[in-house]
């Protein structure tokens, strides 16, 4: 077996245990630049653009380095796409749904409202046909993409006042990441903002924002939100499972060696589960933290959700109507998800419907 097929079959665990090194020492030196679209001090966030590079650098003996950059050092948070479109850097960290001005679709590569959980929408972009559908989307902005990591099921934001009927929705300014998810609030009366996180609590403060919604407690906590508006709603209906993606340019990509595009793609996979499996080792504690601080924690009624899912549906069907391909990627979204929803029924649902009614 040579030692590309080693590396996709065994991973970085198995590279790494043999103590085969790939075959790149005869190759030039690759040197490539990241850009995200978050900050540094988000840990989780922008913690896997800086795992990704680190484990490139190790499998390929320091031959393929990738430098990383936080959102606004080489241009603004939300030009990465356009960027990576001209070839300006050759690879991006960012949540797809912020660019759904350019087109609706690209949030299927994030986020969508009532949609797929973390391990849901991992398992549609890997073994479904979620990876094969939105690369052939983003191939028009010349970007391939890969998983950078899940945040899980989020938290429905923070409020300045008690949220008690879709009425006390009707004129609210929030900011919200981006997606369909604006589109869907609008109709139960609130006024859209997208800005970067780093501008959010500053307007929260000065009352030009009255919600904001962003990940959950432990990000959340770090950016202060809690200072400003106590309220913090669940779940986050719009966002089950928020996938983060690296995206990388075509051109870039197709000039990589055979092996180091398999150190790409195998680096890619260790930030991606070091992401998720950080935000729910941290979000309980952080979670405790924020409620000894007098956070209030508010779940959001029934007849929100309820008023939530009718006009996200609403949405879809709009977009739908105006975009077969977009029909198409929902489509087929809907029909993993109902068997994904099914399996959890037998399986996860009741093992974890009984573990929060019994005392550990």
């Known amino acids: 077996m040579d030692r590309r097929s080693l590396i996709k079959r065994a991973g970085i665990a198995g590279v790494l245990a043999s103590g085969i090194a790939p075959a790149v020492h005869a190759q030039a030196a690759v040197r490539w630049r990241l850009a995200s679209s978050f900050p540094k001090s988000l840990d989780t966030i922008f913690g896997s653009a800086e795992m990704l590079s680190k484990t490139v650098k190790e499998l390929s003996g320091g031959k393929f380095e990738i430098s990383v950059h936080a959102g606004g050092e080489l241009m603004p948070a939300f030009g990465v796409v356009d960027a990576l479109q001209n070839g300006t850097v050759e690879m991006a960290q960012t949540a797809p749904y912020y660019f759904t001005g350019k087109d609706s679709i690209f949030a299927f590569g994030c ?11 991992d398992a549609w972009m890997e073994h479904g ?4 559908l939105m690369d052939a989307f ?7 993409s ?10 429905g934001g923070w409020f300045r006042k008690e949220i008690k009927t879709v009425a006390d929705l009707k004129g609210l300014k929030m900011r919200m990441g981006g997606g369909l998810f604006g589109e869907a609030m609008a109709k139960l009366g609130v006024v859209a903002q997208n800005m970067p996180a780093g501008e959010v609590y500053q307007a929260l403060e000065k009352g030009t924002l009255d919600a904001t919604e962003f990940v959950g407690p432990y990000d959340d906590e770090k ?3 809690n200072k400003v508006a106590p309220y913090y709603a669940y779940p986050g209906w719009w966002e089950g499972g ?21 150190i790409l793609d195998a680096a890619t996979q260790v930030a991606a589960r070091d992401m998720t499996a950080k935000y729910d080792a941290f979000n309980p504690i952080a979670l405790k933290r924020l409620v000894a601080a007098k956070t209030k924690l508010m779940p959001f009624t029934k007849e929100i959700m309820d008023a939530g899912w009718k006009a996200s549906m609403e949405v879809f069907a709009e977009h739908e109507a105006k975009s077969p391909e977009f029909k198409k990627i929902h489509q087929d979204m809907r029909a ?10 037998f399986s996860e649902f009741r093992f974890d419907s009984y573990m929060t009614s019994v005392k550990l």
């Open 111 to 121: 986020a969508v409202p009532f949609g797929l959980t973390a391990r849901q929408m």
């Open 129 to 132: 046909n979620g990876r094969k």
């Open 138 to 144: 983003y191939g028009k902005y010349n970007i391939k």
């Open 146 to 155: 890969f998983s950078a990591g899940n945040t899980g099921t989020q938290m």
């Open 223 to 225: 950016l202060g939100f």
């Open 242 to 262: 928020a996938e983060l993606e690296f995206f990388v340019n075509t051109k870039a990509y197709g000039a990589l060696s055979a092996e180091n595009k398999a």
């Open 336 to 345: 993993f998800q109902r068997d994904q929803i099914l399996w959890t029924r």
